[in-house]
T-cell receptor
């Protein structure tokens, strides 16, 4: 399977605990995105990487959230001191961008998501 | 900030019939991309079709086509010959091409499409 993969698929945790999710993009893709999707809503953009550089962060990404992509391959999203409001599906997407600063014609391919439940 | 509105929370169509899903968006930019994504139950998001704002011709992909009205900021999706496998949540999404960052997609709330056999 050469698609975007995410682990774990489900995570149940208690309020106040830290959690970490992993995303493995399509191997040749240089861009990686994180989104959050709550029940009955469309996904909301959190952040994205071009190779290992984090280029954009949404205001939704509070100080408790941190994302890394250390070698420009897989990425991790950590949530510290989880709150019940963090319960959501966390989606990862990747794309191949041929240029920076030019038309962004790349298509984002999504993974299956990690469903987080905070008790 | 850009917003995407899908005014139909749910649509139902008979198998083999045609259905149109509505999407409007608000932006002050002239260069952008629009997308329709499909999210089947418990499965991942799949791109259905995309439209570059600078192209006047409406995009088509087999049974899927769009009606892109740039002045009206409208981007509807038409599904012809509906099949049971088309049942899913459909999301309309916007992406800036302004060159100032903003690479993330802005999604609408989605339309739940039901296919009646």
């Amino acid at each position: 399977d050469t698609g975007v993969s995410q682990n774990p698929r489900h995570k149940i945790t208690k309020r106040g605990q830290n959690v970490t999710f992993r995303c493995d993009p399509i191997s040749e893709h240089n861009r990686l995105y994180w989104y959050r999707q709550t029940l009955g809503q469309g996904p909301e953009f959190l952040t994205y990487f071009q190779n290992e550089a984090q280029l954009e962060k949404s205001r939704l990404l509070s100080d408790r959230f941190s994302a890394e992509r250390p070698k420009g391959s897989f990425s991790t999203l950590e949530i510290q001191r989880t709150e019940q409001g963090d319960s959501a599906m966390y989606l990862c997407a990747s794309s191949l961008s041929y240029s920076t600063g030019g038309p962004r014609t790349d298509t984002q391919y999504f993974g299956p998501g990690t469903r987080l439940t905070v008790l | 900030a850009q917003t995407v509105t899908q005014s139909q929370p749910e649509m139902s169509v008979q198998e083999a019939e045609t259905v149109t899903l509505s999407c409007t968006y608000d932006t002050s930019e002239s260069d952008y991309y629009l997308f329709w994504y499909k999210q089947p139950p418990s499965r991942q998001m799949i791109l259905v079709i995309r439209q570059e704002a600078y192209k006047q011709q409406n995009a088509t992909e087999n049974r899927f086509s769009v009606n892109f009205q740039k002045a009206a900021k409208s981007f509807s999706l038409k599904i012809s010959d509906s099949q049971l496998g088309d049942a899913a949540m459909y999301f309309c999404a916007y992406r800036s091409d302004s060159g100032g960052g903003a690479d993330g997609l802005t999604f609408g709330k989605g339309t739940h499409l039901i296919i009646q056999p």
